[in-house]
């Protein structure tokens, strides 16, 4: 008995003694509500900065988010490029055992087309459960989470094993580098880390319900391709072979219906196999049968027709966006172009891919010109890595009815710069329907309230895992 006395007595010692990480997970935790309700208010104020991306103007929205970190006793700095295009940097200090977790978004956005809209783009408003505006989901939203989560941890003064840095970084939506490319070459040590979290994540609602939680490890590459078809001008009353409109358009369509093959990877491969776990039998057999050298074609071809994000995931695509040729309606055009759109795996031979688009083509008349490259893919961060595990961890606990899925996203970030850097780079997101998903870019986006209050609880815990003391 008495050495059982003295094993309950240490351990309640130890209980006593744990930081205020450990309790955070019980009674600490904050109120998630009034977090909620915090973050709503501040993204309202973010949606109303215009941001358009050209010209930007980033720095309105990084002196208004440092005004608050002022006032909230937090270090933070603007740093630019050019005028207007700030990148604000914040950092709440650790005690340096591991090293840094940044926390970051843009705060650029992609214009709008006015008339095409139901609400004001930029007043932020809020109606049916949801808050419009351009930028609410694509990243004001994002912003506002990781901002609201670096704030509420200050507010505890939880000791930190790690700095967390907050980054709001401008021109991720394209134009002259004056975002991630420009903070790590001239202030990499302000954002130097081991972990980040960034956009790029995808938590599905369906039918009311979180389905899963997607956290994307990579991601394709953008890659961007002209073709240029060039024969003979010549007058519109006699037709040439050697029209180069001829030529492209049947370039065009032969590029436009072939694929190239599916090739999975860790991450998709694992984000199949997860998801066949929760979906319909249909849907899972498609999954489950992708390599099946039997049926496989068959699936693949079934979610070509059926899901053409899951498809992009499959294989590196391409997609013709633009044709220009010709200058008068009466007159055969010397040359004309198409560009295609094409976003590689992060391992393509890229050459081999063009010898095989030049074979495909078929055509003497047609060059294939590559434009606009990124970098090269980079390493992708594990699937069984301290983060990854919070983030499981965290899904668990605030969305015990879905799975988390390791994602190889259709798109690009700036994660992929950080990932070149060394950086363990993960991509998360609100909750959000397919319906809202499909309005990032494009006409009435919005943001789910109460899924900005889920994923503010969902960042803070994963954050609070992996950084605050032990």
């Not at 205020?20 to 109303?48: C, H, I, W, Y």
């Not at 979610?303 to 309606?329: C, E, Q, W």
């Not at 890229?350 to 688009?357: P, Q, S």
Request: charged fraction near 25%; charge should be neutral.
């Amino acid at each position: 008995m008495t050495v059982r006395i003295l094993v309950a007595v240490l351990a309640l010692s130890v209980i006593s003694a744990l930081p205020l990480r450990a309790q955070s997970a019980g009674n600490a935790m904050p109120d998630f509500s009034k977090a909620r309700e915090e973050a709503t208010q501040m993204l309202q104020a973010l949606v109303r900065i215009d941001t358009s991306n050209p010209p930007g103007n980033e720095s309105k929205v990084a002196e208004y988010l440092k005004a608050i970190l002022d006032k909230e006793g937090i270090a933070s700095e603007i740093v630019t490029a050019e005028p207007g295009r700030g990148n604000l940097i914040a950092r709440i200090k650790g005690n340096g055992k591991k090293k840094p977790l940044l926390l970051m978004g843009h705060a650029d956005v992609v214009g709008v087309e006015r008339d095409k809209w139901t609400v004001d783009p930029f007043a932020g408003i809020i109606k049916d459960g949801y808050l419009y505006g351009r930028g609410a989901l694509d990243n004001k939203g994002g912003i506002t989470a990781m901002f609201q989560v670096l704030r509420m941890i200050n507010r505890q003064k939880l000791a930190l094993d790690r700095d967390l840095i907050f980054l709001a970084e401008a021109g991720e939506e394209g134009g002259p580098p004056v975002g991630i490319d420009f903070v790590i070459e001239k202030h990499w040590p302000k954002i130097e880390c081991e972990y980040a979290l960034n956009e790029g994540g995808d938590t599905l609602v369906k039918n009311g319900k979180v389905q899963f939680v997607a956290v994307s490890t990579t991601e394709k590459v953008p890659d961007r391709m002209r073709l240029i078809a060039r024969g003979v001008s010549g007058h519109g009353s006699m037709p040439r072979v050697d029209n180069p409109v001829v030529h492209l358009a049947a370039a065009v369509a032969k590029l436009g219906t072939w694929q190239p093959p599916m090739r999975l990877n860790e991450t998709t491969r694992t984000f199949f196999e997860r998801l066949a776990r929760i979906s319909p039998p249909d849907e899972a057999f498609l999954f489950t049968h992708l390599e099946d050298p039997v049926v496989g074609p068959m699936a693949q071809e079934k979610l070509r027709h059926t899901n053409v994000m899951y498809n992009s995931m499959l294989r590196t695509s391409i997609a013709p966006t633009m044709i220009k040729g010709g200058f008068r309606d009466n007159v055969i055009p010397a040359d004309a172009e198409a560009l295609l759109d094409i976003r590689v795996l992060p391992d393509e031979d890229v050459d081999k891919l063009i010898a095989e688009m030049t074979r495909i083509i078929n055509d003497p008349a047609v060059e294939i010109v590559r434009v606009g490259r990124r970098p090269s893919a980079t390493a992708v961060p594990p699937l069984n890595s301290e983060m990854f595990r919070a983030l499981e961890k965290s899904q668990a606990a605030v969305f015990p009815e879905a799975v988390t899925l390791p994602q190889m996203i259709t798109g690009a970030t700036d994660s992929a710069q950080l990932r070149a850097k060394g950086v363990q780079a993960y991509g998360i997101g609100s909750p959000t329907t397919e319906e809202d998903t499909e309005r990032m870019h494009g006409n009435d986006e919005r943001l789910l309230i109460d899924g900005l209050g889920k994923f503010i609880e969902f960042v803070y815990r994963a954050v609070t895992d992996v950084a605050a003391a032990r």
